[in-house]
């Protein structure tokens, strides 16, 4: 059945029990609605046709390890958004109802934010997991492009060149508990003593409270022995709208020819640009793509870890599709996605953690690694827990 809170894309009669006795036994999750799980129904929050998904053997993995999942959640329509709205509303933010949870794995952040879950299956193409986690003040996780744990076979696209998947949290410790039940090994607490860690900081992408956040987060990192240098990256938002939008169209060729493709309207619109676009400029889009990631390269190579802000505000109400930042009034699809962008358009693997706001609201940060050194990140997340520093864990929620 559905759930009318904008949660549940599809609540069974009964959960998918996990194997009995295996590290994960007792926890609960939730699965984003573009993963494929044998016998349930699979819709991407869309009335339009889709195409076929097989079930994902990370659900099946997820299972076997003792996890039970309990239902599928709603997302931004066919994951091309970062609000959460599609075409049966929306999923309201569990800190206020009056704003969004963000996108596109909107269900996912409210269902483990309302303890409906203890983790969640998201995806993530230019920020879906990450914004939707710091806007309901939980923690997500988006592994490096093509992570072996944390597969997107049995997934349905968006864009096969950025798309990742992975988990949320109300805490930090659950999704390490999920990592060492994928990969066999402890996480084992890294110091950030003498690491050097680079702070992207675009005070005008931000609003005063995103600034204030991440510079609180900095000094905290500073206080454990992290030896701060200013980083700079360019908006990357050129080539990943491009490429991303070609690739969806393609993904969605099938319901794009038919008279009424079922999408609704803003989905409809940016589907119809991709198709639009010529081989000619994707290409060119692709090759900038390589520009940028020689930049991100060079400027990780120079450092241990980088931090950067997840959103550039609180979440903002549900309808409002422009944000003032210090720097001016700016869209808000790019506002936030010029943000979170460049570390799925490149794969690099970043953890997200809630910072709250003082009005009962919540930021993030996000911290990104090398690529491939997803194990360290984890390691570096766990140490920030062995320093009981005031993140990753869930602020201002109550204990499930």
């Known amino acids: ?50 195409p076929h998904v097989d079930p994902s053997p990370l659900v099946t993995r997820l299972l076997e390890l003792g996890a039970t999942c ?37 269900g996912a952040a409210a269902s483990v934010a309302s303890g409906q ?39 349905l696209p968006l864009s096969p060149t950025c798309d990742h998947a992975g988990p949320l949290a109300r805490d930090l410790s659950t999704i390490l508990r999920v990592q060492e039940a994928l990969s066999g090994k402890a996480v084992q607490p890294q110091s950030w003593a003498g690491l050097r860690v680079g702070v992207w900081q675009p005070t005008a992408w931000l609003d005063v409270q995103a600034n204030e956040a991440l510079s609180a987060f900095a000094a905290q990192v500073k206080s454990q022995g992290g030896a701060l240098m200013p980083a700079e990256l360019p908006d990357m938002l050129d080539a990943y709208s491009d490429i991303v939008q070609s690739e969806a169209a393609h993904v969605h060729r099938a319901a794009l020819a038919l008279p009424e493709p079922g999408f609704t309207s803003g989905t409809l619109a940016l589907l119809r640009r991709g198709a639009g676009l010529s081989a000619e400029a994707v290409a060119a889009a692709r090759e900038r793509r390589e520009v940028y990631r020689r930049l991100l390269d060079d400027l990780m190579d120079g450092l241990d870890v980088l931090l950067a802000p997840a959103v550039p505000c609180a979440a903002p109400l549900t309808g409002q599709d422009e944000v003032t930042l210090i720097g001016g009034t700016v869209p808000l699809r790019v506002a936030v996605l010029r943000l979170t962008v460049p570390f799925s358009l490149l794969g690099l693997p970043t953890l997200v953690l809630p910072l709250p706001t003082s009005d009962g609201l919540s930021v993030g940060v996000q911290v990104v690694a090398k690529r491939g050194a997803d194990e360290r990140l984890l390691e570096l997340g766990q140490g920030l827990l062995e320093q009981s520093l005031n993140v990753g864990s869930g602020h201002g929620f109550p204990s499930t």
């Open 70 to 106: 309990v239902g599928k959640t709603h997302l931004h329509e066919i994951a091309l958004g970062i609000t959460g709205m599609n075409a049966f509303g929306g999923t309201p933010n569990p800190l206020d109802s009056t704003r969004v949870t963000g996108g596109s794995s909107s």
């Open 117 to 155: 879950a203890d983790f969640a299956l998201g995806t993530d193409t230019g920020g879906s997991i990450r914004v939707p986690a710091a806007w309901c003040g939980v923690v997500g996780y988006k592994p490096t492009k093509d992570n072996a744990l944390w597969p997107t076979e049995g997934v």
């Open 1 to 50: 059945m559905s759930d009318p809170t904008g949660i549940w894309a599809y609540l069974p009669a009964a959960p998918l029990p996990g194997t009995p006795g295996g590290p994960l036994s007792g926890l609960k999750f939730s699965v984003k609605d573009l993963f494929g799980v044998e016998g349930w129904p699979l819709h991407a929050s869309t009335r339009a046709l889709l």
